[in-house]
């Protein structure tokens, strides 16, 4: 397998190291040489140990023209539309497009959702709805374990010093995407991971999609930047399953979990309840509790996301990470922001 990754940065690396763990060809594109030069000579050889000199690193104007059978788009939220659109006409295989598909902005999403029908599959990089941990809550909801769902709550907070500290050549949120909501940063496209958890979850609990949202948002402003730190949103359902979500840049420690209650039971997942594990505990009505751990390392996220994704293009398969859900995550923040902007 040959892959091509769009952006030499945070998960451009992550990418990279997971697809050479499956035994994959990478070349790696990016438009700032001294992103490139980053990739070989700090962030890959820290966080993996030593650099793989099989990987190719190019800029964007040398573009190869070869046949890639995946193409994975690592690069800032405002350039996902245009590089997924160009992309598709190379006919690779399958493509995976970063998380949030693009920014939350309605002609964009429009463009894009005249591609929902593509014949190459796509898939967006909410990663955590292909964990082992989120799939046995599935398979615990899916097996009536705590009978019917009757509310969902889904928190990513978590305090963006973290993601500072993986980019110490950024200043700030000004020097990047995430101190703008309108190019997809901020609580709501960073954090997005929980809204999309939310809306897989209550699709598996048999609720529908959502029908309603309103949301309080914390806006950030001043001369540069535009960003929202704090951003909640209550949502209900075709079946009337009323929640809310939670997502934050200002928590410390993170916190990141989903409640799901049922008439039988409840169940909690704690991503990163301890360093390198997941929990998820299944309570019963006399508060017995039955508890499954996970255990993984950052790097398996993404070996484990792009083993689903070969597999699913591999064998035909449905994904809760295929394009329709990425879009409907865009859907919802495009109005939760036109709300508040009007
Ligand atoms: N799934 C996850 O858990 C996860 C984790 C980290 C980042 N992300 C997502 O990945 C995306 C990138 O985040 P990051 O932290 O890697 O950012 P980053 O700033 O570390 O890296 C982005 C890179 O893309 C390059 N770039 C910009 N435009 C380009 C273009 N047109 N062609 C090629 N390269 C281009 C930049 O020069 C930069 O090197 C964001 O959408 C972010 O939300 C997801």
Redo the contacts with the bound molecule.
């Keep these: 397998m040959l892959v091509k990754i ?9 990418l990279a190291n997971a697809s050479k763990a499956l035994g994959w060809d990478v070349d790696v ?4 040489p001294k ?1 490139l030069e ?1 990739m070989q000579y700090e962030i890959y050889p820290t966080r993996y140990g030593n650099w793989d000199k099989s990987i190719g690193l190019y800029e ?1 104007k040398e573009l190869r023209k070869k046949e890639y059978d995946y193409i994975f788009i ?4 405002d ?2 539309a ?2 997924l659109l160009n992309s598709l006409k190379e006919n690779p295989k399958g493509i995976l497009v ?3 598909l693009c920014r939350p902005e309605k002609s964009e999403i429009e463009k894009l959702s005249n591609i929902e029908n593509s014949k190459i599959p796509i898939f967006v ?4 709805v292909v964990s082992q941990s989120i799939n046995k809550l599935k398979q615990l909801i899916v097996d009536g374990k705590i009978g019917k769902v009757l509310t969902i709550d889904v928190d990513f907070r978590e305090n963006w010093s973290g ?1 500072f500290d ?2 110490p050549w ?1 200043d700030g949120p000004s020097d ?2 995430l101190g703008y909501w309108e190019k ?1 940063g901020g609580a709501s ?2 954090h997005s ?1 929980a809204l999309n958890l939310w809306q897989y979850l209550s699709i598996i609990s048999n609720a529908g999609k959502v029908k309603k949202i309103d949301s309080m948002i914390d806006y950030v402003r001043d001369n540069k930047i535009f960003y929202d730190k704090l951003c909640m949103m209550h949502l209900e359902t075709e079946s009337g399953l009323k929640g809310r979500v939670v997502q934050d840049v200002i928590t410390n420690p993170s916190k990141k979990t989903a409640i799901v209650q049922g008439d039988k039971g409840r169940l909690e997942w704690i991503c990163h309840f301890e360093k390198n594990n997941d929990r998820v505990i299944l309570y019963n009505k006399d508060k017995n509790s039955e508890v499954f751990n996970f255990y993984k390392k950052r790097p398996d ?2 070996i484990c ?1 792009l083993k689903h994704i070969d597999s699913c293009i591999k064998n035909s398969k449905d994904s809760p990470i295929e394009f329709s859900f990425g879009l409907n995550t865009m859907k919802l923040l495009n109005i939760i922001h036109q709300q508040h902007q009007s």
């Design positions: 769009y952006g030499a940065g945070s998960i451009g690396n992550h594109y990016d438009i700032d992103a980053r964007n690592g690069t800032p939220p350039t996902h245009e590089l970063e998380k949030p990089g909410y990663d955590h993601i993986a980019h950024l990047t995407y997809g496209g960073e991971h996220d993404f996301e």
